[in-house]
């Protein structure tokens, strides 16, 4: 008893430090959207300005283009911590809910598998910018940069997407046990 105990609060241990690190990137995310959206503002502002001596933001493309990416990344996380990723629902009542649960497990595998491939190629991209010493046009930042910024949260994705394999293992061996009365899988 007292190990099925200690188990648990491991797992919900794991389970909210994971929930806590994915909400605190998707906020990130959304601050750095922000900041894309001012920064475009002020540009655009600043090219309709040009008679009053104002201009664009130099290099504003640039920055856009890093920060998205950094944006659409800080998001990945919450969303499969979440179970927001998209699942084809259509037959789930129809199947039932333990071909519901094993195929929760695939798909979770699938997103992990995805996650890290994505991950592997961010870091070989970010290697081969820093071995070419590329920059970007205007500013002239190292494009290695941007990678570098993503790798971190690509590798919470990673984790988040493994956990979710865990979690849809536990959830899958509650269906099957009967004991399952949350109603909630992914």
């Not at 519901?100 to 190629?121: K, P, S």
């Not at 790798?151 to 493994?162: D, E, N, Q, R, S």
Request: charged share 15%; proline share 3%.
């Amino acid at each position: 008893m007292a190990r099925s105990a200690q188990g648990n609060s491991v797992y919900q241990s794991i389970d909210t430090l994971l929930k806590a690190l994915s909400r605190i990137l998707a906020l990130i995310g959304g601050g750095l959207l922000l900041a894309v959206t001012a920064l475009v503002v002020v540009s655009v502002g600043g090219r309709a300005l040009i008679w009053a001596g104002l201009g664009p933001v130099p290099g504003d493309f640039e920055l856009v283009e890093s920060a998205t990416a950094l944006a659409i990344f800080c998001f990945l996380p919450w969303c499969q911590m979440e179970r927001g990723h998209v699942s084809v629902d259509v037959f789930a009542d129809w199947l039932g809910p333990r071909i519901d649960v094993v195929l929760q497990i695939a798909f979770n595998m699938l997103i992990t598998a995805a996650a890290a491939f994505i991950l592997w190629r961010l870091w070989a991209g970010m290697q081969d910018k820093m071995l070419y010493n590329e920059t970007t046009f205007i500013l002239q930042f190292p494009v290695w940069w941007g990678y570098a910024a993503c790798v971190p949260v690509g590798t919470v994705f990673v984790l988040v997407a493994a956990w979710s394999v865990v979690r849809s293992v536990v959830d899958a061996r509650a269906v099957f046990s009967g004991t399952d009365t949350t109603g909630e899988r992914g």
